[in-house]
Nanobody, 130 residues
C-alpha cells in the first residue's frame, strides 16, 4: 500500500526558510505526479506547487512563486518543497499527494480541472510567527 509521510514543518519567523519532505513508500515515486497543498484555519485547501514526471514540469501558485521550489528525487523516493522568505500568510497545514502523471503540472494543482489524487499524507504544520 502506498503511503506518503510529510516532515520538516515547524515554527519559524518571517523571512526564514523551511524544507518540507514527502517520503513515498509502497511504490516507486516515478509512477506518480506529486502535489503540495496547504490549508489554513478557516480557509479552503490551496494548491501550492505540483511536479509532474520531471523537475522541468512544475507549477507554483502565484502566492509562492519565486519563494518556493519543488524538487522530486526519484532515487530517494522523496519530493521536497523548499520554502524561502516565509510570510505570516504561509502558516497552514501542508499536505502532499500522489496521483497519475499527466502532461500539465498546473492541472494537478488548480481546482476544478478534474484531476484526482490517489494518495494523501497526514500533513505537517508550518507556523510563521514573529
Amino acid at each position: 500500500q502506498v503511503q506518503l509521510v510529510e516532515s520538516g514543518g515547524g515554527l519559524v519567523q518571517p523571512g526564514e526558510s523551511l524544507r518540507l519532505s514527502c517520503a513515498v513508500s509502497g511504490d516507486t515515486l516515478d509512477h506518480y505526479g506529486i502535489g503540495w497543498f496547504r490549508q489554513a484555519p478557516g480557509k479552503g485547501r490551496e494548491g501550492v506547487s505540483c511536479v509532474s514526471s520531471s523537475n522541468d514540469n512544475t507549477y507554483y501558485a502565484r502566492s509562492v512563486k519565486g519563494r518556493f521550489t519543488i524538487f522530486r528525487d526519484n532515487a530517494k523516493n522523496t519530493v521536497f518543497l523548499q520554502m524561502n522568505s516565509l510570510k505570516l500568510e504561509d502558516t497552514a497545514v501542508y499536505y502532499c499527494a500522489a496521483g497519475p502523471i499527466i502532461p500539465s503540472a498546473q492541472s494537478m494543482c488548480v481546482m476544478f480541472t478534474g484531476y484526482e489524487y490517489d494518495y494523501w499524507g497526514q500533513g505537517t504544520q508550518v507556523t510563521v510567527s514573529s
